[in-house]
């Protein structure tokens, strides 16, 4: 297309189209103008832009009604020259301005959208906007005169009617953006002239007048119907804060002259219009403004879209950096909606609001703005009195926006919080609020239920995790997110305010009653935290840290506090009350102080006062949680000192300790925590280096705690601590503590024994670990090569073919053992030699050189044990249960010192048979396990002794329960009973063959467990009669396949000869019986491992002998 | 036969001596005859060394957590003795002598120093209640007597290995700068007064088995060698105590022998000024209040004697007190003249008021015979301790009567 760039051929090519529009005004030739222009080059069209608009002015003016479609295309005609030309002359632009206004007219008036259609009315709106971008900037200003405000205000009301009334979308869009171009706030790509202060002090004050309406109609907008769509709402927030920012802008204000300007008279009216933006003014329209505003930051802080929220950040951002003063009375809502944006979910908005906040705080808006810092602290205070009613009436959503609040006002002021908290009822209020919103719920079971079972997991004792705090479950609220809040509340509190000040208030709320003791110690938890300038983010850096020896003597006070005997020594458990009653040596705990509300002085008078005979689970729940949070205090002091804290271990490490073997899952679960958080804090590898090497400091804490009575079960739990966490390097430095803790139970046999004898069990346990366990693996790992290179011989010969000379040997080795079954060999000498053997190291037992060369783990083994045979007899089962484990594995330990295990045996054997005779089904199923461990490691030397006065009483009941076992049905599987039995029949194996025992003890065994191998007995019981007959072929595999084969013989026996008499068994022919198929399963097993055995044998030895015997 | 290496510093020189000592007692008749002791001696301990205490007994000592410390006064007799204040671990020996370093300010901590019977001195931090280093000089035989000089930069340590040696602790160094040999095998422990600035005299057993020589410091000169008359049989010396009556005054000795006796020397003449036969058993130790005249002494025997020295130097006995067991291995005063502590064979620690002697506490904590008692120099009185050490290889601080 062929553009004329110069004004002459451009005139020549318009110059048709003008003249034939201003003659017929069609919408054909309007289009035919439109069309011609495109033609046109931008400069060209510059000089003829007032020809060329002056047809469609004129159209436009021509009286009568007009066709909506010619408006339009006129109109939209006008747009397109605009948006190409400048308009350079005041009254050009004056005329189009209320030519283009006067297109939407209404004849009822503002009040209802004009009745043009829509494209009309967006061409209208969008041509506006050209004018406006097409005038020059000194022209345009000419425009915001006095003596135009009428017009200026048909305008602004004909747009914001139409922005809020009309249907369309973009309509209502364009005729915002249009009002933003009008108030000289247009933020599009285009230049804009900056006003210089002079102009917008004019433009503000003409504006002025429109404020009440421009204000309240965009607000209606904002906070109206969500269906109008995201966009139209940020636009109108957009145009809302650009408005109010300008005409209540401080800068302006604060210029402005008390006085009016006399007006002149012949603009009386208008000036009538004119607003005088004075004090009175300022303070009313703020007043009015903070609705508005309240209403706004109401409904968008909540909005869907997070763009809206967005824009409310920008709202708050804006108003406060330009009008705070004016608008003071505001900044309380926007700070609010500022900090309640903080956490936002969109990250966009959280991280403009929290940017936002930062740079608010860092111009030191508020803490050199007094009012400012009054309006906040006054917030805070009626925050804090509406927490609690909050927090129990709001739902999650609202809590959590609470509780931003509050957290960014405090993050606001600052240092300045100091103000606020040395005001008692200030800091009265916000301690008050805290204490009842962290009010925990300690209505679960399960917690006070569950025990600690044995030993901790291996990545527990030697990886290093990070302590995770227990979860904690809150009365008032469920929200996972609102307790990191709350932290970080505390935190901030910690960090700025001044800690001697909080720590002593929240001390004394602590020691001032049960129910805030738990929140109470939250807090100082966090505070001091905070302090520490740790897990938290804050808007600016505060003045003074506190020095590292004021955190630390803070510390320590509260360290003191929280390991005092009335704050640490809790009843957890029902046990442990139970012992106490029993004892009644166990200071009354917190939970009568609880009635009391005395401090720990109160104690000693009332001890012997009734205790609260049962603790109700809830208390010991909250004892529970107390402890936790306590002992996450400890972790959280260690983090804030670092290695600061190693002083302190001194008299922390003890009580950390001794909650980490309490009984109560929870708490030795936390207290392993803290003692991870130590060993990060204070740069330790892992706990077991961690307690090696403040050995000496538990220690010392040990054996004066060994001293008091009451503390002596503590002690106990500290020392097993250590020896569960801990390797062998231990035990020299704690040896000399193990001598008190003997000393002490030989003191206190009757009371202590109980709690002593947890502590010698993991003694012991400890010892079998590091000392017997750790050489059997060396051991066995120096074993593991041999056995490859041994097994080869023997592997050879299984290859080989039977012959008729292997046939020959082992018959001939049959015969022979049949003899000695028989009795032929004399056995007799053997037998002799045992009781021999048996009293010999009881001579020795004194003898110097035994004990010089025992070393020093199986001294204390033997210490141990030797305390062990006096309580075996104590009159309460549960004691001598334990004792029977002790026992078992005392006898492990002292195992390779065969000169002391014997003569201890002996001396326990008496003890020991008792228990394993004539006492409760518990008590014989433990004792009959140390009988098989003593057993294991005597081997013979029990010989004579089992036989005569065990076996007897085993065998006897063992039969006697064998029909009641073969009728019982499926639970009986869970009775004592069932337990002994298995326990007798799996033992009795193993028994026989460490033992060594002699034909007729064999005889009675098998005869005993062949009852077992019956159908009819439980499945278990049959497995565990199996393996009794198993470990019987090991000793004599002959007669028991004679046995065997007695009860069911499943072959004929062909003679190998025709010379020799066939074989006659008792069991053969026999019908199938309940025995049958286990003893078919048994001969199966023997004649495989016959089989194995064979070779071997028959290589070894060749026997000389002549014929077999008839 | 006295100089036998592996035998303990002080019994058995009494065993040989005398023959009374009565080895192998056993825990259980130490347990009864405490309560004896607890019975005819001191009333109003019944219940410190009964173990099973009653109920009031109990409820105390259940409100106070390990580490509480007591301030009971002697008015409240009724309370149990104390517990430790703690226990310092780790000398791996018996530990047969202890100093106190306390006076100086922060940031400078308490020290104790510890000799123990295998040859090291300890230096134990007692903020920590760590050892801070350890001074090995004495060839592995006991050490059993150190003392400061020139407030914490130099130790004078005594060994068995019959040398003292000086250390030179100052910044950080442990070395040894200089050493005086001896020829004396007994268990004398020596004695140290400051003269004037940097001067000092030191009393050691001589190498003639019954004298005593005295030296001056840092020079090492001989000032004068203490010999009994002839036919005095006096035996060796057993304990010996520097004094001057004032500033500036001349110096006296106090020296406890073999033979049971106590004799006060005249430094300047050399000459023996009163002999006092106090005990029938060797003086194991004896302690000295210049200010009011008046010693105390002990041996192995049963019997805590106290005498007093009157304006023409003669030693009288003033008291005797009578002990349920025997054998007093150590006595110390305390600065401020108000108590005395003394180490037991019996395991004890007792403390008794100076004035009167009245017993005020028995601390039963180790479990072997003590060997040494030491007050410390504390200048806050609210501070001041007492640390005993023992043949268990522990040794125990408490704070007791620190407000009177």
Same mark, same amino acid.
């Given at each position: 297309?062929?553009?004329?760039?110069?004004?002459?051929?451009?005139?020549?090519?318009?110059?048709?189209?003008?003249?034939?529009?201003?003659?017929?005004?069609?919408?054909?030739?309007?289009?035919?103008?439109?069309?011609?222009?495109?033609?046109?080059?931008?400069?060209?069209?510059?000089?003829?832009?007032?020809?060329?608009?002056?047809?469609?002015?004129?159209?436009?003016?021509?009286?009568?009604?007009?066709?909506?479609?010619?408006?339009?295309?006129?109109?939209?005609?006008?747009?397109?020259?605009?948006?190409?030309?400048?308009?350079?002359?005041?009254?050009?632009?004056?005329?189009?301005?209320?030519?283009?206004?006067?297109?939407?007219?209404?004849?009822?008036?503002?009040?209802?959208?004009?009745?043009?259609?829509?494209?009309?009315?967006?061409?209208?709106?969008?041509?506006?906007?050209?004018?406006?971008?097409?005038?020059?900037?000194?022209?345009?200003?000419?425009?915001?005169?006095?003596?135009?405000?009428?017009?200026?205000?048909?305008?602004?009301?004909?747009?914001?009617?139409?922005?809020?009334?009309?249907?369309?979308?973009?309509?209502?869009?364009?005729?915002?953006?249009?009002?933003?171009?009008?108030?000289?706030?247009?933020?599009?790509?285009?230049?804009?002239?900056?006003?210089?202060?002079?102009?917008?002090?004019?433009?503000?004050?003409?504006?002025?007048?429109?404020?009440?309406? *421009?204000?309240?109609?965009?607000?209606?907008?904002?906070?109206?119907?969500?269906?109008? =769509?995201?966009?139209?709402?940020?636009?109108?927030?957009?145009?809302?804060?650009?408005?109010?920012?300008?005409?209540?802008?401080?800068?302006?204000?604060?210029?402005?002259?008390?006085?009016?300007?006399?007006?002149?008279?012949?603009?009386?009216?208008?000036?009538?219009?004119?607003?005088?933006?004075?004090?009175?003014?300022?303070?009313?329209?703020?007043?009015?403004?903070?609705?508005? *505003?309240?209403?706004?930051?109401?409904?968008?802080?909540?909005?869907?879209?997070?763009?809206?929220?967005?824009?409310?950040?920008?709202?708050?951002?804006?108003?406060?950096?330009?009008?705070?003063?004016?608008?003071?009375?505001?900044?309380?809502?926007?700070?609010?909606?500022?900090?309640?944006?903080?956490?936002?979910?969109?990250?966009?908005?959280?991280?403009?609001?929290?940017?936002?906040?930062?740079?608010?705080?860092?111009?030191?808006?508020?803490?050199?703005?007094?009012?400012?810092?009054?309006?906040?602290?006054?917030?805070?205070?009626?925050?804090?009195?509406?927490?609690?009613?909050?927090?129990?009436?709001?739902?999650?959503?609202?809590?959590?926006?609470?509780?931003?609040?509050?957290?960014?006002?405090?993050?606001?002021?600052?240092?300045?919080?100091?103000?606020?908290?040395?005001?008692?009822?200030?800091?009265?209020?916000?301690?008050?609020?805290?204490?009842?919103?962290?009010?925990?719920?300690v209505t679960?079971?399960?917690?006070v239920?569950?025990?600690?079972?044995?030993?901790?997991?291996?990545?527990?004792?030697?990886?290093?995790?990070?302590?995770?705090?227990?979860?904690?479950?809150?009365?008032?609220?469920?929200?996972?997110?609102?307790?990191?809040?709350?932290?970080?509340?505390?935190?901030?509190?910690?960090?700025?305010?001044?800690?001697?000040?909080?720590?002593?208030?929240?001390?004394?709320?602590?020691?001032?009653?049960v129910a805030?003791r738990k929140?109470?110690?939250?807090?100082?938890?966090?505070?001091?935290?905070?302090?520490?300038?740790?897990?938290?983010?804050?808007?600016?850096?505060?003045?003074?840290?506190?020095?590292?020896?004021?955190?630390?003597?803070?510390?320590?006070?509260?360290?003191?506090?929280?390991?005092?005997?009335?704050?640490?020594?809790l009843v957890t458990s029902t046990?442990?009350q139970?012992?106490?009653?029993?004892?009644?040596?166990?200071?009354?705990s917190r939970l009568r102080a609880l009635t009391?509300?005395?401090?720990?002085?109160?104690? $000693?008078?009332?001890?012997?006062?009734?205790?609260e005979p049962n603790p109700t689970i809830r208390s010991m729940n909250s004892n529970i949680w107390q402890?936790?949070?306590?002992?996450?205090?400890?972790?959280?002091?260690?983090?804030?000192?670092?290695?600061?804290?190693?002083?302190?271990?001194?008299?922390?490490?003890?009580?950390?300790?001794?909650?980490?073997?309490?009984?109560?899952?929870?708490?030795?679960?936390?207290?392993?925590?803290?003692?991870?958080?130590?060993?990060?804090?204070?740069?330790?590898?892992?706990?077991?280096?961690?307690?090696?090497?403040?050995?000496?400091?538990?220690?010392?804490?040990?054996?004066?705690?060994?001293?008091?009575?009451?503390?002596?079960?503590?002690?106990?739990?500290?020392?097993?601590?250590?020896?569960?966490?801990?390797?062998?390097?231990?035990?020299?430095?704690?040896?000399?503590?193990?001598?008190?803790?003997?000393?002490?139970?030989?003191?206190?046999?009757?009371?202590?024994?109980?709690?002593?004898?947890?502590?010698?069990?993991?003694?012991?346990?400890?010892?079998?670990?590091?000392?017997?366990?750790?050489?059997?693996?060396?051991?066995?790992?120096?074993?593991?090569?041999?056995?490859?290179?041994?097994?080869?011989?023997?592997?050879?010969?299984?290859?080989?073919?039977?012959?008729?000379?292997?046939?020959?040997?082992?018959?001939?080795?049959?015969?022979?053992?049949?003899?000695?079954?028989?009795?032929?060999?004399?056995?007799?000498?053997?037998?002799?030699?045992?009781?021999?053997?048996?009293?010999?190291?009881?001579?020795?037992?004194?003898?110097?050189?035994?004990?010089?060369?025992?070393?020093?783990?199986?001294?204390?083994?033997?210490?141990?044990?030797?305390?062990?045979?006096?309580?075996?007899?104590?009159?309460?089962?549960?004691?001598?249960?334990?004792?029977?484990?002790?026992?078992?594995? +005392?006898?492990?330990?002292?195992?390779?010192?065969?000169?002391?295990?014997?003569?201890?045996?002996?001396?326990?054997?008496?003890?020991?048979?008792?228990?394993?005779?004539?006492?409760?089904?518990?008590?014989?199923?433990?004792?009959?396990?140390?009988?098989?461990?003593?057993?294991?490691?005597? =081997?013979?030397?029990?010989?004579?002794?089992?036989?005569?006065?065990?076996?007897?009483?085993?065998?006897?009941?063992?039969?006697?329960?064998?029909?009641?076992?073969?009728?019982?049905?499926?639970?009986?599987?869970?009775?004592?009973?069932?337990?002994?039995?298995?326990?007798?029949?799996?033992?009795?194996?193993?028994?026989?063959?460490?033992?060594?025992?002699?034909?007729?003890?064999?005889?009675?065994?098998? +005869?005993?467990?062949?009852?077992?191998?019956?159908?009819?007995?439980?499945?278990?019981?049959?497995?565990?009669?199996?393996?009794?007959?198993?470990?019987?072929?090991?000793?004599?595999?002959?007669?028991?396949?004679?046995?065997?084969?007695?009860?069911?013989?499943?072959?004929?026996?062909?003679?190998?000869?025709?010379?020799?008499?066939?074989?006659?068994?008792?069991?053969?022919?026999?019908?199938?019986?309940?025995?049958?198929?286990?003893?078919?399963?048994?001969?199966?097993?023997?004649?495989?491992?016959?089989?194995?055995?064979?070779?071997?044998?028959?290589?070894?030895?060749?026997?000389?002998?002549?014929?077999?015997?008839? | 036969?006295?100089?036998?290496?592996?035998?303990?510093?002080?019994?058995?020189?009494?065993?040989?001596?005398? =023959?009374?000592?009565?080895?192998?007692?056993?825990?259980?008749?130490?347990?009864?005859?405490?309560?004896?002791?607890?019975?005819?001696?001191?009333?109003?301990?019944?219940?410190?060394?009964?173990?099973?205490?009653?109920?009031?007994?109990?409820?105390?000592?259940?409100?106070?957590?390990?580490?509480?410390?007591?301030?009971?006064?002697?008015?409240?007799?009724?309370?149990?003795?104390?517990?430790?204040?703690?226990?310092?671990?780790?000398?791996?020996?018996?530990?047969?002598?202890?100093?106190?370093?306390?006076?100086?300010?922060?940031?400078?901590?308490?020290?104790?120093?510890?000799?123990?019977?295998?040859?090291?001195?300890?230096?134990?931090?007692?903020?920590?209640?760590?050892?801070?280093?350890?001074?090995?000089?004495?060839?592995?035989?006991?050490?059993?007597?150190?003392?400061?000089?020139?407030?914490?930069?130099?130790?004078?340590?005594?060994?068995?290995?019959?040398?003292?040696?000086?250390?030179?602790?100052?910044?950080?160094?442990?070395?040894?700068?200089?050493?005086?040999?001896?020829?004396?095998?007994?268990?004398?422990?020596?004695?140290?007064?400051?003269?004037?600035?940097?001067?000092?005299?030191?009393?050691?057993?001589?190498?003639?088995?019954?004298? $005593?020589?005295?030296?001056?410091?840092?020079?090492?000169?001989?000032?004068?060698?203490?010999?009994?008359?002839?036919?005095?049989?006096?035996?060796?010396?057993?304990?010996?105590?520097?004094?001057?009556?004032?500033?500036?005054?001349?110096?006296?000795?106090?020296?406890?022998?073999?033979?049971?006796?106590? *004799?006060?020397?005249?430094?300047?003449?050399?000459?023996?000024?009163?002999?006092?036969?106090?005990?029938?058993?060797?003086?194991?130790?004896?302690?000295?209040?210049?200010?009011?005249?008046?010693?105390?002494?002990?041996?192995?025997?049963?019997?805590?004697?106290?005498?007093?020295?009157?304006?023409?130097?003669?030693?009288?006995?003033?008291?005797?007190?009578?002990?349920?067991?025997? +054998?007093?291995?150590?006595?110390?005063?305390?600065?401020?003249?108000?108590?005395?502590?003394?180490?037991?064979?019996?395991?004890?620690?007792? *403390?008794?008021?100076?004035?009167?002697?009245?017993?005020?506490?028995?601390?039963?904590?180790?479990?072997?015979?003590?060997?040494?008692?030491?007050?410390?120099?504390?200048?806050?009185?609210?501070?001041?301790?007492?640390?005993?050490?023992?043949?268990?290889?522990?040794?125990?601080?408490?704070?007791?009567?620190?407000?009177?």
């Amino acid at each position: 297309m062929a553009v004329f760039d110069t004004p002459q051929e451009a005139f020549g090519v318009l110059r048709p189209v003008c003249v034939q529009l201003t003659k017929v005004q069609t919408v054909e030739n309007v289009e035919r103008l439109q069309a011609q222009l495109q033609k046109v080059n931008a400069a060209a069209l510059q000089e003829l832009q007032e020809y060329v608009l002056f047809p469609l002015r004129f159209t436009l003016k021509t009286p009568g009604p007009k066709r909506e479609r010619l408006v339009q295309s006129v109109v939209e005609c006008i747009r397109s020259i605009l948006s190409v030309t400048c308009v350079k002359k005041q009254d050009l632009l004056h005329e189009l301005f209320s030519e283009l206004c006067t297109c939407l007219s209404s004849p009822s008036g503002l009040k209802r959208p004009p009745p043009q259609s829509e494209e009309v009315k967006l061409t209208v709106i969008q041509a506006l906007q050209a004018l406006m971008h097409s005038a020059y900037g000194d022209i345009l200003l000419s425009l915001y005169q006095p003596s135009t405000l009428p017009h200026l205000g048909f305008a602004v009301s004909l747009l914001l009617a139409l922005a809020e009334q009309e249907k369309a979308k973009e309509i209502r869009t364009s005729a915002l953006k249009c009002l933003q171009a009008l108030l000289l706030h247009c933020d599009c790509q285009e230049y804009h002239r900056l006003l210089d202060k002079e102009e917008s002090q004019r433009c503000g004050d003409l504006f002025a007048s429109f404020l009440p309406g *421009i204000s309240i109609t965009l607000s209606r907008m904002i906070t109206g119907d969500i269906k109008q =769509g995201h966009m139209i709402t940020v636009s109108a927030i957009k145009l809302f804060y650009q408005t109010v920012g300008f005409i209540m802008a401080d800068e302006q204000l604060r210029r402005f002259p008390e006085k009016k300007e006399k007006p002149r008279v012949e603009q009386s009216r208008i000036a009538d219009l004119m607003v005088h933006r004075g004090p009175d003014w300022v303070q009313s329209t703020a007043d009015k403004l903070s609705l508005l *505003i309240h209403k706004i930051v109401e409904s968008s802080s909540v909005h869907q879209h997070w763009k809206v929220r967005l824009e409310l950040v920008e709202l708050a951002h804006h108003l406060m950096l330009k009008s705070s003063q004016s608008l003071v009375a505001s900044v309380g809502q926007l700070l609010k909606a500022l900090v309640g944006l903080v956490n936002d979910d969109s990250p966009k908005v959280r991280s403009r609001s929290s940017e936002v906040l930062r740079s608010i705080a860092e111009q030191k808006v508020i803490t050199e703005n007094r009012a400012l810092a009054d309006v906040l602290s006054e917030n805070l205070h009626s925050l804090a009195t509406a927490l609690p009613r909050l927090m129990t009436s709001q739902d999650d959503q609202g809590k959590l926006s609470t509780l931003n609040v509050l957290l960014g006002s405090l993050k606001l002021l600052g240092s300045k919080m100091n103000i606020v908290l040395n005001s008692t009822a200030h800091l009265h209020r916000l301690s008050k609020a805290l204490m009842q919103v962290l009010e925990l719920d300690v209505t679960d079971v399960k917690i006070v239920e569950e025990r600690r079972q044995g030993e901790l997991p291996a990545s527990l004792q030697h990886g290093l995790q990070k302590g995770q705090a227990q979860k904690k479950y809150f009365r008032f609220f469920t929200d996972e997110r609102i307790f990191p809040l709350l932290q970080q509340v505390c935190r901030v509190l910690g960090y700025y305010g001044n800690l001697y000040l909080l720590v002593d208030h929240f001390m004394g709320l602590y020691s001032e009653s049960v129910a805030f003791r738990k929140q109470a110690a939250l807090v100082l938890n966090e505070l001091i935290t905070g302090a520490a300038g740790l897990g938290l983010d804050v808007l600016h850096e505060r003045e003074a840290a506190p020095s590292m020896d004021d955190l630390k003597g803070t510390i320590t006070s509260i360290l003191e506090e929280y390991t005092d005997q009335a704050n640490w020594h809790l009843v957890t458990s029902t046990e442990e009350q139970e012992e106490a009653n029993d004892k009644l040596a166990i200071p009354p705990s917190r939970l009568r102080a609880l009635t009391e509300g005395a401090h720990s002085s109160s104690h $000693v008078l009332s001890s012997a006062a009734a205790l609260e005979p049962n603790p109700t689970i809830r208390s010991m729940n909250s004892n529970i949680w107390q402890l936790c949070i306590q002992l996450e205090g400890v972790g959280c002091f260690t983090h804030a000192l670092g290695k600061e804290f190693r002083v302190l271990l001194m008299s922390a490490l003890y009580p950390v300790l001794e909650k980490a073997g309490d009984s109560t899952l929870f708490i030795s679960q936390t207290a392993t925590g803290t003692m991870v958080d130590i060993c990060q804090a204070c740069g330790y590898g892992s706990v077991q280096q961690l307690i090696s090497e403040n050995t000496d400091y538990l220690v010392n804490g040990i054996s004066l705690s060994l001293r008091r009575v009451a503390h002596q079960p503590h002690a106990s739990r500290v020392l097993e601590t250590m020896l569960r966490h801990s390797d062998a390097s231990l035990f020299p430095l704690v040896k000399d503590v193990i001598q008190d803790v003997l000393f002490t139970l030989d003191q206190s046999y009757d009371s202590q024994a109980a709690s002593f004898l947890r502590v010698l069990h993991s003694l012991m346990a400890a010892l079998a670990r590091w000392f017997v366990l750790a050489r059997q693996n060396e051991q066995q790992q120096g074993a593991q090569t041999s056995p490859g290179t041994t097994q080869l011989p023997g592997a050879i010969p299984t290859a080989a073919t039977t012959t008729g000379q292997d046939v020959e040997r082992f018959f001939l080795d049959y015969v022979k053992q049949k003899q000695i079954a028989e009795g032929n060999l004399p056995d007799m000498e053997e037998e002799e030699v045992f009781p021999a053997t048996a009293e010999e190291p009881q001579g020795n037992d004194t003898g110097a050189e035994g004990e010089a060369s025992l070393p020093a783990h199986a001294q204390v083994a033997k210490d141990v044990m030797e305390r062990c045979i006096h309580l075996l007899s104590d009159k309460s089962l549960r004691v001598r249960l334990k004792v029977l484990d002790v026992l078992e594995l +005392g006898v492990t330990v002292l195992h390779p010192h065969d000169n002391h295990l014997l003569p201890m045996a002996h001396r326990a054997w008496p003890a020991l048979v008792t228990r394993l005779i004539n006492d409760d089904p518990l008590a014989v199923l433990r004792a009959f396990k140390v009988l098989c461990t003593l057993a294991e490691k005597c =081997g013979d030397f029990l010989r004579q002794r089992f036989s005569k006065d065990v076996l007897p009483k085993l065998a006897g009941s063992l039969s006697s329960q064998a029909p009641v076992s073969a009728r019982a049905g499926p639970v009986y599987s869970h009775t004592l009973a069932f337990k002994l039995q298995l326990a007798v029949l799996q033992g009795l194996g193993p028994l026989c063959e460490k033992l060594d025992m002699g034909e007729g003890d064999l005889n009675r065994v098998a +005869g005993t467990c062949l009852v077992y191998l019956s159908a009819r007995q439980p499945m278990k019981l049959q497995e565990a009669a199996r393996s009794v007959f198993l470990h019987l072929m090991h000793v004599d595999p002959d007669a028991t396949w004679l046995l065997l084969n007695g009860v069911c013989c499943p072959h004929r026996y062909p003679p190998p000869h025709a010379s020799l008499r066939p074989v006659q068994l008792s069991g053969m022919g026999r019908p199938r019986g309940e025995l049958t198929d286990n003893v078919l399963h048994l001969l199966g097993e023997l004649e495989q491992r016959e089989r194995a055995m064979l070779w071997p044998r028959t290589q070894g030895a060749p026997e000389p002998h002549g014929p077999p015997p008839p | 036969m006295r100089t036998s290496p592996g035998r303990d510093v002080m019994q058995p020189v009494t065993a040989h001596v005398t =023959g009374s000592w009565l080895p192998g007692r056993d825990r259980g008749a130490r347990r009864s005859s405490s309560a004896v002791l607890a019975c005819q001696e001191q009333p109003v301990e019944c219940r410190a060394a009964d173990p099973l205490p009653d109920q009031h007994h109990r409820s105390a000592g259940v409100t106070r957590p390990p580490g509480h410390r007591y301030f009971w006064m002697i008015a409240t007799m009724a309370l149990p003795p104390p517990d430790p204040e703690f226990v310092l671990r780790g000398t791996a020996a018996p530990v047969h002598t202890l100093h106190f370093s306390c006076r100086s300010q922060e940031p400078e901590f308490p020290i104790l120093f510890s000799g123990s019977a295998n040859g090291l001195v300890q230096i134990w931090n007692l903020k920590t209640h760590r050892v801070d280093k350890t001074l090995d000089g004495h060839g592995g035989k006991s050490v059993y007597w150190v003392e400061t000089i020139r407030g914490r930069d130099e130790l004078l340590s005594q060994g068995r290995d019959q040398k003292i040696c000086l250390w030179d602790l100052a910044e950080g160094r442990s070395m040894v700068t200089d050493s005086v040999s001896m020829d004396s095998v007994g268990f004398c422990r020596c004695s140290l007064l400051k003269m004037a600035q940097d001067r000092w005299l030191i009393a050691m057993p001589a190498d003639d088995p019954d004298e $005593v020589q005295v030296l001056e410091l840092p020079s090492k000169t001989s000032v004068c060698t203490l010999k009994p008359e002839a036919g005095a049989k006096l035996g060796m010396p057993m304990c010996l105590k520097l004094w001057q009556p004032g500033f500036g005054a001349c110096p006296f000795l106090m020296a406890g022998y073999e033979d049971g006796s106590v *004799i006060l020397w005249n430094l300047s003449m050399g000459k023996m000024l009163s002999r006092l036969a106090c005990h029938q058993e060797p003086v194991m130790s004896l302690d000295f209040d210049s200010e009011k005249a008046k010693g105390v002494s002990g041996s192995s025997e049963k019997v805590l004697s106290v005498w007093s020295l009157d304006e023409q130097q003669n030693l009288k006995v003033h008291k005797t007190h009578e002990l349920i067991n025997s +054998g007093i291995s150590d006595v110390t005063i305390r600065q401020d003249r108000k108590i005395l502590a003394t180490a037991g064979w019996d395991y004890r620690i007792r *403390i008794f008021g100076w004035k009167k002697m009245k017993p005020l506490a028995v601390l039963d904590f180790h479990t072997a015979t003590v060997h040494c008692v030491s007050f410390s120099d504390h200048s806050r009185p609210s501070e001041r301790l007492l640390a005993a050490g023992s043949k268990d290889h522990r040794i125990s601080i408490w704070s007791l009567y620190n407000q009177t």
